[in-house]
Nanobody, 125 residues
Framework: QVQLDESGGGLAQAGGSLRLSCVLS????????MAWFRQAPGKEREFVAS????????DYADSVKGRFIISRDDAASTVYLQMNSLKPEDTAVYYC??????????????????WGKGTSVTVSS
């Protein structure tokens, strides 16, 4: 069974940086496309970034493009989200997702097969 464990959340000031990590266990990491979503208080979960199973393709929401970077380390079974130039509106619970199905990158914006429990990010102004 796939298990996803996020870490790295916390409190940051506007303009600062945080790096989130998500470790996949239970199945071969390289088989999965990975993504980050977030859910702010009172709002629906939204797509943030995704990376293909081989790392060759990435996709970003317009709201984070140029500020966030998604990457993966297959040896460590880990996907990262480097968050720079943080804004108060980035405050949310961030969820890691994994999907074993190879599909167009745009389709990972809507759902993933497996989810972690989330890590909270708070950005103060």
């Amino acid at each position: 069974q796939v298990q996803l464990d996020e870490s790295g959340g916390g409190l940051a000031q506007a303009g600062g940086s945080l790096r989130l990590s998500c470790v996949l266990s239970g199945r071969p990491f390289r088989s999965y496309a990975m993504a980050w979503f977030r859910q702010a208080p009172g709002k629906e979960r939204e797509f943030v970034a995704s990376i293909s199973w081989n790392g060759g393709n990435t996709d970003y929401a317009d709201s984070v493009k140029g500020r966030f970077i998604i990457s993966r380390d297959d040896a460590a079974s880990t996907v990262y989200l480097q968050m720079n130039s943080l804004k108060p509106e980035d405050t949310a619970v961030y969820y890691c997702g994994a999907d074993p199905v190879v599909r167009a990158m745009s389709l990972y914006r809507y759902d993933m097969a497996y989810w972690g429990k989330g890590t909270s990010v708070t950005v103060s102004s």
